[in-house]
């Protein structure tokens, strides 16, 4: 079984299409946490003009399962079952940055913030 390598990962998950098609960057993985960066950039606006909700749902999962995948034996599959995103302010430029951390790992089902 291979073991987990943060650099091999990063590139893994940089290559993926959805990943890059939203321009998403993950900075760190490791020991259950991860940082990922989404930048702001015309192609991701709504018609309000701001970051449209869906991208941020995005990045929120994706810094999830990232910080899941860190510990999670890498044969194994995961896939998202239920997310929940409050918005309390829009983003209109810059970077976002989300903190992934697995707050519980059971047998069949993980749970993180």
Known sequence: ??????????????????VRLMGMRLRSASGGRSVMECRMRPVLRNSSGVLYGGVLGALVDMSIATALRSVMPLALRMTTIEYKVNFFKPVVSGTVTAHGVILRLGSTIASGT
């Open 1 to 18: 079984m291979r073991k987990y390598d943060e650099a091999y990962y990063k590139e893994q998950v940089h290559a993926l299409p959805f």
